[in-house]
């Protein structure tokens, strides 16, 4: 059961599925209302945020016993005034029977994977505002430029568990493991506390930088273990990944190498969704870095 909607499609507004959004975003207008002989028959449609495709919205204005607040359910098939890929529903979060992803499964190309790879690109900076947000400290543009390199070699707009909403963190689930070597982690005090306890070799600048110290060490970042759950109370879909740092000093492998931090990263759409809608005279771009995945998108289809 879906728990918010959008009036059209594309990264357009996420309203949750109350009786005031319905009445005031949608109305009594085609084709997001259908009028029924008796009131009780009339229809609201709208758009699944997860995959794009057409919602019926139940529970508005006469709930049930068993759904006490009001839902979107996917239509299964198209409805006049809405596009509809099978493809896209069939990976609907709401739709798919798991939600512990094989990370090397790929589905066929379809409208959301194109939008996907078109945000990567038109959003980039605000996808690392959220990440450096997340990880705790402002890593080198090299360094996001690197995970949307692997994002689009891995083909992880394809990956069954990519949706609309969570492209930021899928940008770092599918970026390589990376060396912390001079990047300012200082700005996250656990993990710079951390690694200074736990690898005494290790050395941090006054401006918060991993640097050289008194012997050679390796401290590598990873994002794993993508997991979704919806929520049976309120039918919240709930995404979330593991942020690992490892000492890989001793070891190459992942298995043997000692951990030094690990923090959950719980997927928050709604603070991407606000930067992407931010009015253009209050907005603040990061122009460099919208270069860089340009370049990258440039070089990939060449």
């Not at 931010?278 to 990061?286: L, V, Y």
């Amino acid at each position: 059961m879906v728990a918010h909607f959008k009036v059209v499609a594309g990264y357009t507004p996420i309203h949750k599925i109350t009786r005031e959004n319905v009445e005031k975003l949608l109305g009594r207008r085609a084709p997001w209302f259908r009028q029924g002989q008796l009131r009780g028959d009339d229809k609201h449609f709208a758009l699944c945020p997860y995959c794009d495709t057409p919602i019926q919205l139940k529970g508005v204005y006469k709930q049930k016993e068993n759904s006490p607040r009001p839902y979107g359910s996917h239509t299964g098939t198209a409805i006049l005034g809405f596009p509809f890929n099978e493809l896209d529903l069939a990976f609907c979060p709401y739709r798919l029977k798991t939600h512990s992803h094989n990370k090397h499964v790929r589905r066929e190309m379809g409208p959301v994977a194109q939008q996907l790879i078109d945000m990567a690109i038109a959003e980039f900076d605000r996808i690392v505002l959220i990440l450096r947000d997340d990880f705790g400290f402002a890593f080198s543009d090299a360094f996001a430029g690197r995970m949307l390199k692997q994002w689009f070699d891995s083909e992880g707009y394809l990956y069954t568990g990519a949706n609309l909403r969570n492209l930021p963190w899928m940008i770092a689930y599918f970026g390589p493991t990376q060396s912390l070597f001079m990047q300012p982690v200082g700005e996250n005090v656990e993990l710079a506390t951390l690694i200074l306890a736990q690898v005494p070799q290790a050395s941090i600048s006054p401006s918060g930088r991993l640097e050289k110290g008194s012997a050679w060490y390796a401290l590598d970042l990873q994002c794993l273990h993508h997991r979704a759950e919806i929520k049976a109370e309120d039918g919240t879909l709930i995404e979330s990944l593991i942020l690992r740092v490892q000492d890989f000093t001793k070891t190459n492998e992942a298995a043997k190498a000692p951990t030094i931090f690990t923090k959950q990263l719980l997927f928050t759409p709604e603070r991407f969704e606000s930067l992407i809608h931010t009015s253009p005279e209050r907005a603040r771009r990061n122009t460099q870095l919208l270069k860089l995945a340009q370049d990258i998108a440039k070089n990939r289809s060449k």
